[in-house]
């Protein structure tokens, strides 16, 4: 009991000092082994080389913390879109984890004033030395705390701070607005037909929609609903529609054959 308590006062005495100070500024809790964080904010171009040889950096680190936050955001948007399907779950989360978010939330969580990185690695131009940092700080949480802090972490830190999930989601699904709005001002004929109604196992439907732009089949998919379907459809066109640079052209060139 009483090497507990002095444990104790050791260590609350400690975290008044650097670094434990700073970790806890940027992590809103304090750190019990502080290696893990200093590591998960060592770029390779400035690696430990130990007695064995091995190069130690945030690397290691930052593998696990990619598994991680994909883990917890994929648990925050499932418990949080009960009626959403898989779909949309998926290009959510992509949003919310893409690499220009992670290297603005490390920004803004402060993380960039810490990384230690060679001079001559300008981070200014390799901004994903920041979301490779936060990676490998989830890396660090997820080793010292384990994973229930780590989503703690990652959804009042970050998402509730910085995201707006709502506003994403709402985003996700309008890709028919978009296309609809595409056309219009092209003054384009465009129209969504069913081309599928199967009625499957357990009396749940399969419906597939298509999408006419001037009298073309410009793309199709499929959905449980008539809605789902050509939801879905919409994101197929609105990938090539930004994707292909001459989709426009394309289109009219095959319109006048």
């Known amino acids: 009991m009483f090497k507990h308590i ?5 260590f609350f005495s400690s975290i008044r000092k650097e670094p434990y ?20 904010l060592r770029h390779s171009s400035v690696s430990i080389v130990t ?13 696990l ?20 399907r898989e779909g949309f779950l998926t290009n959510t989360r992509s949003k919310i984890v893409k690499r220009e978010s992670l290297n603005r939330f490390a920004i803004h969580i402060g993380l960039d004033k810490h990384i230690i990185v060679t001079k001559h690695v300008n981070a200014n ?22 994973y229930k802090q780590c989503k703690n972490f990652f959804e009042n830190r970050i998402l509730n ?13 309008n890709y028919k607005s978009k296309v609809i709005e595409w056309c219009q001002k092209r003054k384009l004929t465009f129209d969504f037909v069913l081309l599928q109604d199967e009625l499957q196992d357990a009396n749940k439907h399969l419906f597939v929609s298509g999408l ?8 199709e998919s499929n959905g449980s609903s008539k809605k789902e379907s050509q939801q879905n459809t919409s994101r197929k066109a609105w990938n090539r529609i930004t994707s ?6 394309k289109l009219i060139k095959q319109e006048d054959q």
């Open 125 to 146: 131009t390799n901004k994903n030395i920041y979301g490779n940092a936060l990676e490998a700080l989830m890396g660090a949480i997820y080793l010292d705390y384990g």
């Open 51 to 63: 007695e064995s040889g091995q190069l130690l950096s945030n690397e290691r680190l930052e593998f």
């Open 244 to 249: 292909e640079p001459d989709f426009l052209k």
């Open 6 to 10: 002095l444990k104790k006062i050791r």
């Open 65 to 84: 913390g990619d598994a991680v936050i994909n883990s917890v955001v994929t648990d925050i948007l499932y418990r949080k879109f009960e009626n959403e």
């Open 161 to 173: 701070t910085f995201v707006d999930i709502d506003k994403i989601a709402e985003d996700e699904e």
């Open 21 to 40: 100070l700073s970790f806890q500024k940027i992590l809103g809790f304090h750190p019990h082994t502080i290696e893990y964080y200093q590591l998960a």
């Open 212 to 219: 006419m732009i001037e009298g073309q089949l410009i793309c």
